[in-house]
Structures are given as structure tokens and as C-alpha cells.
């Protein structure tokens, strides 16, 4: 039995045409997801993320869990109301998940996981939190909006309450504030500025209905994929999976080594193969002709080394087709991608490919 | 409700046909086909000059989300292709019985096209999918 947001009706309404997201019912589209993936890159979108896992990590010993939990390190959230990024890894480095840690005070953090991997994380988390002081809570009662885009803030302040609107005012990026019953990050999964919400389900009806009447398209689960490729983000599943580790994913940068005492899951298997030297990494890819990468495809270097693309679509920002892919760390600036048989020319590009509505490679 | 013209013939793999007098026929996608895969940002045409069989692959139609191949709904040789397409694919999205036809064939064998689908039986076909 597939679960259903609380927007679910909304949708429909909304001429959402829906599929089933990882046994959750969810809008592919409202009718274009090229236009929707626009609206986002010059204006605003808002997405209904209900769907993934939110946890409050709570207790004396929430900080230490954590410190042991993810490879990031929450000792560099040095005030309340930041949040981090990291990745979640089992005892041989390998990505269990990836998600955003959110800073409430000592004692309170917390944490947004996908919903694809839901169980599988909540098992291992309580199974390491029966080490510690700390009480796992998942708030099922809550439910999540991303509003995103160069207008996305100026258009959800104007519904605001004068309150709300003074908390959030002064949020940098990756930071969040707590302003009557929302939770307001200055987060998002689109390259764009924007809002990540999480409020009582209850009140998301109208918080929807508002920021639609404020010129918001609604966006679906097309656009956000093809967003987030474009923004060189990750996808837990399709970039990375239990097989890969931060370090060939794309995500050293995830990895807090220093202080050496830290002790973290996966450190000492991260630490090895650091040691015995990364062969692989995460680039992009935009191809040279006309078509469209694919999960899957086979990359060739130019000295006949194979690589994959983890994530290939049809960029709307550039009218390409770009990927992004797992490869030879010594790829070089060129490479042939197997399509139907054939192979085609492709640029190897530093990640992203868009940022704040811009080409971001030469 | 899908737009299924009646003056056409179709394939089980959701393509449309229509004979002239003189054997050309020529091939595109359905409405609900192009609705089924979405915007579409890509095309790959057969070359001209290429002989076919009925239900060969002979050219591949992507969106942003997938893609999918062109089956020839019936044997002869490809003559013309929609040469539009590869600057504008959307045209099929827009208008896939008009402006976003793909390909033509010049048919080999006439009695190929009573294996295709009568609108009606189209139209069963895309219910019993819903």
C-alpha cells in the first residue's frame, strides 16, 4: 500500500500526474517538467518533500552519537541554527545514506534522511544509539516543503507573519530558524536559492494554498531530478549506493579527518583506501551532439578505461545532454559515451553545470 | 481523453500510419504516447534509403525522462524523414498526428496494413493500459 502526503488531494487539483516514489504517491509533473524545471531556475518553485524521513535526535549525548553516527563532523556547527551536510556510513565506508544534520541546541539536533532508505537508516541509527544517551524521535506528525529559485524567498515573505518574517529575514545559506510552527532552512536541492519548510501537517494546506496564490508553480519529482543534476548534487540510490564511498563519490569534501581522535563509522576503512589511493571520482559530462545520457551508459577514456554514468539526463538550462559519471580519475578533458551502440564525443567538465541560474564551465 | 483520429491506423507500440494512394505511408507517434513520455528533447531519425520489415526499430524518441523506440509499422523503404524534428522534437508533444510526424515509408507489401489497428481497437488498447 502506497502512502500519500497530506498534499495528495492538492495535487490532483493541480492536474499533478503521480507515481509511486518509493511506495509514495507523489507528482511526476503538473504538466511540464521542463517548464516546471524554468520556473525554478528564474523564479520560484515549490516541491512537496513530505515524503522524506525527519528525526530529532535528542539527549545529553545527542552531539557524541552524532560525532560517532556521520563522517562530517557536527563539532563544526559552532552555533545554534546551522545545518550540515554529510553522509552516513556502515563499518566499510560504504554510503548508507546522505542527509542534513540541523543544529537546535546541545541537546537537539535534527536530521532529514531520504525516504527511499528509510528503514534500512532507522535500524542502523537506533542500533548505534543503543550506545549512547540519546533518544531517537521520528516525526511523523510533521511535513516538509522546498520553495526554491531566484524569487523564492521574496515570494514566500509575502504571506508570512510580521514574526516569521523578522526570524527569517537574516538567514544566511545553511542556516534555519525555528519561527512559530515552521522550521525555515535556507537549504534546497536545486542550485538555486531558497527555503526548506517543515511544518505540522496540518497547516501545510494552507501554507500550499498561499504560496501558490503568491505565483509559486508547483514543481514535481521530474524537475527536482533534473535540477539537481544540473547543481552536481548527488542522488543517494543512483550516484552513490552501499558500494561507494564518500571519497569516490564526490564527497571527500564530506569527510572531517581532523581531530584524528574522532572515531567515526567507516573511518578506518575510508582511511585505508585514502591511503591506497582513490582511482576513481565524479565528473560531468556534456555531450557533444545532439541526445540524451542515461543512467548506465558506458563512458570510454581516450586511453580506453571504462567509467558509468550514475545520473544522465537532457539538461533544460543548456539544451544538452549532460551526466554525471563515475570515472578514471585520470580521465582528462575528453571522452566517448556508448549510446545505443554507437559512441559519441563528450567534455569532461569540473561539477556543477548550473548554479544560481548560470553555466558554470567553459 | 486521447485525441485517436479515425481516418488512421496504429500499433500496438502506440504509433500512427497513414496511406496515400500512391503507397507512402507515413509514421508518428500518438497523442497519448507523446503524453505517456513527456517533453520531448530528442529524436533519432532512420536514414533515407533504409529498407525495414514491419516492427523493426527504426528511430528513437527521448524525453527528459526516457526514452523510446520507433517500431516501422509496416515493410518498404524509409523516404522521407522529418527532418524538423531534430531542431524542434518538441513538435511532436504540440501536434503528433501534424507537424510532428517522423518518418515515411514507401510501402512493399499493401496487404500489411489490415495487421494495423482501427481507431476503435486503438482506443480499447490505450483504455485497458489506463
Excluded at chain 1, 533518544?135 to 514574526?163: C, N, W, Y
Excluded at chain 2, 533519432?44 to 526516457?66: F, M, Q, Y
Aim: hydrophobic share 40%; charged share 25%; proline share 4%.
Amino acid at each position: 500500500m502506497a502512502n500519500k502526503t497530506a498534499l495528495y488531494q492538492a495535487h490532483l487539483d493541480a492536474s499533478a500526474k503521480i507515481v509511486d516514489f518509493h511506495h509514495w504517491l507523489l507528482p511526476i509533473h503538473y504538466g511540464s517538467q521542463v517548464e516546471e524545471h524554468h520556473h525554478v531556475r528564474q523564479d520560484a518553485g515549490i516541491f512537496d518533500v513530505s515524503h522524506m524521513t525527519v528525526v530529532d535526535v535528542l539527549g545529553p549525548a545527542a552531539r557524541d552519537y552524532l560525532r560517532y553516527l556521520v563522517c562530517n563532523d557536527v563539532d563544526k556547527l559552532k552555533s545554534r541554527g546551522k545545518a550540515l551536510y554529510t553522509c552516513m556510513l556502515d563499518q566499510h565506508g560504504g554510503i548508507l545514506d546522505d542527509l542534513l544534520i540541523y543544529f537546535v541546541d546541545e541537546q537537539n539536533y535534527r536530521v532529514v534522511l531520504n525516504a527511499a532508505t528509510r528503514e534500512k537508516d532507522l535500524a542502523w541509527m537506533n542500533k548505534i544509539a543503543n550506545d549512547f544517551s540519546v533518544g531517537l524521535h521520528e516525526r511523523q506528525d510533521l511535513s516538509m516543503l522546498a520553495i526554491q529559485g531566484p524569487k523564492a524567498r521574496d515570494k514566500v515573505h509575502t504571506f508570512l507573519t510580521p514574526l516569521q518574517l523578522d526570524a527569517v529575514s537574516t538567514l544566511t545559506p545553511f542556516e534555519f530558524i525555528q519561527a512559530d510552527d515552521l522550521f525555515v532552512a535556507r537549504t534546497g536541492y536545486t542550485g538555486e536559492d531558497g527555503y526548506e519548510i517543515i511544518l505540522p501537517t496540518p497547516q501545510i494546506h494552507e501554507f500550499w494554498a498561499a504560496a501558490l496564490s503568491a505565483g509559486i508553480q508547483p514543481c514535481g519529482l521530474g524537475a527536482r531530478d533534473t535540477l539537481r543534476l544540473e547543481a552536481g548534487l548527488n542522488l543517494y540510490g543512483q550516484d552513490m549506493t552501499e558500494k561507494n564511498t564518500p571519497l569516490d563519490s564526490g564527497l571527500a569534501w564530506t569527510v572531517t579527518w581532523e581531530p584524528k581522535e574522532r572515531l567515526f563509522s567507516g573511518r578506518a576503512a575510508l582511511a585505508l583506501q585514502r591511503s591506497k589511493g582513490v582511482k576513481q571520482k565524479m565528473v560531468g559530462l556534456v555531450l557533444e551532439g545532439k541526445g540524451v545520457l542515461r543512467h548506465g551508459q558506458k563512458v570510454i577514456t581516450a586511453s580506453g578505461e571504462m567509467g558509468v554514468i550514475t545520473s544522465g539526463t537532457f539538461s533544460p538550462t543548456l539544451g544538452v545532454g549532460i551526466g554525471m559519471a563515475r570515472v578514471p580519475d585520470d580521465i582528462g578533458q575528453n571522452c566517448f559515451i556508448e549510446i545505443r551502440g554507437k559512441q559519441h564525443a563528450a567534455k569532461v567538465i569540473k561539477l556543477p553545470f548550473v548554479r544560481h541560474g548560470k553555466k558554470m564551465f567553459e | 481523453m486521447s485525441n485517436i483520429p479515425s481516418e488512421l491506423r496504429y500499433v500496438k507500440s502506440h504509433e500512427w500510419t497513414s496511406m496515400e494512394e500512391d503507397g507512402v505511408v507515413t509514421v508518428g507517434v500518438t497523442e497519448h504516447a507523446q503524453s505517456l513520455l513527456g517533453d520531448l528533447v530528442f529524436v533519432e531519425l532512420p536514414e533515407v534509403g533504409t529498407i525495414v520489415s514491419a516492427g523493426d526499430e527504426s528511430g528513437v524518441v527521448e524525453s527528459v525522462k526516457a526514452a523510446s523506440d520507433i517500431y516501422a509499422p509496416v515493410s518498404g523503404e524509409i523516404i522521407e524523414v522529418n527532418e524538423n524534428l531534430s531542431d524542434s522534437p518538441e513538435l511532436i508533444n504540440s501536434d503528433p498526428y501534424g507537424d510532428g510526424w517522423i518518418f515515411k515509408i514507401q510501402l512493399s507489401e499493401v496487404c500489411e496494413m489490415d495487421n494495423l489497428l482501427t481507431a476503435d481497437e486503438y482506443q480499447e488498447l490505450v483504455e485497458s493500459e489506463e
